[in-house]
């Protein structure tokens, strides 16, 4: 079946840098991929709607500045949380619609820790 | 927007015992309705999903049935087993430019004891 592959898995990093997540389509094309954000025994929050060649969309309450989004390809869209800091440690999960069929497959999931 | 409620949040069953979880639903655009089982420390899987054209459907021991009048959809798994412990979601997107925008219900933590 279709794989999407995030990179990292787990990041830790020092309050006040900037870190990229990588999220791929191995085996098919996505338009459209979606970014989102779990904190611990909470549920999944859409942060974000990452489209191939144009901005993303971001939800009400996602600081654009803070967590920008390039979606530069058909298979890669990445996130990268600048200057962050403890609160921003979370679980971040991709997930990428297929542009021929419409299915959705998630990614496993990259857990950030802010030191 | 859509808004998910999601319920029981904790569920315990004996091993071999039926398990129900139930959603609710408030836009009655949304018409795609997964239902998602994650483990600890890893992305979401799909196990079974209904479009809102049909009632039921069915995957071995796994089952979903959704009442559009009432905006609710269910989750049924027939004679559980310790391996179907894990946290379930429930969600709901809407077909056409926004499909895979999905809003996902609390969470469901299910505990099949041996």
């Known amino acids: 079946g279709a794989v999407v592959s995030q990179h990292p898995s787990r990041v830790i990093c020092k309050s006040g840098t900037s870190v990229k997540i990588e999220c791929r389509s191995l085996?098919?094309?996505?338009?459209?991929m979606f970014w989102y954000r779990q904190f611990p025994k909470q549920s999944l929050m859409l942060m974000a709607t990452s489209n191939e060649g144009s901005k993303a969309t971001y939800e009400q309450g996602v600081e654009k500045d803070k967590f920008l989004i390039n979606h530069a390809s058909l298979t890669l869209s990445t996130l990268t949380v600048t200057s962050a800091h403890p609160e921003d440690s979370s679980f971040y999960i991709c997930?990428?619609?297929?542009?021929?069929?419409?299915?959705?497959?998630f990614g496993e999931g990259s857990r950030l820790t802010v030191l | 927007g859509e808004n998910v409620e999601q319920h029981p949040s904790t569920l315990s069953v004996q091993e071999g015992d039926s398990a129900v979880i139930k959603c609710t639903y408030s836009d009655s655009a949304s018409n795609y309705f997964p239902w998602y089982k994650q483990e600890l420390g890893k992305g979401p899987q799909l196990i079974i999903d209904i479009r809102s054209n049909v009632g039921e459907k069915k995957d071995q021991r796994i089952a979903v049935t959704l009442n559009k009048t009432a905006k609710h959809f269910s989750l049924h798994i027939t004679e559980t087993q310790p391996e179907d412990s894990a946290v379930y979601f429930c969600a709901a997107s809407t077909r056409g430019t926004s499909y895979g925008k999905l809003t996902f219900g609390q969470g469901t933590i299910l505990t099949v004891h041996p």
């Open positions: 997930s990428a619609r297929e542009t021929d069929t419409g299915e959705l497959f």
């Open positions: 085996d098919f094309q996505a338009t459209t």
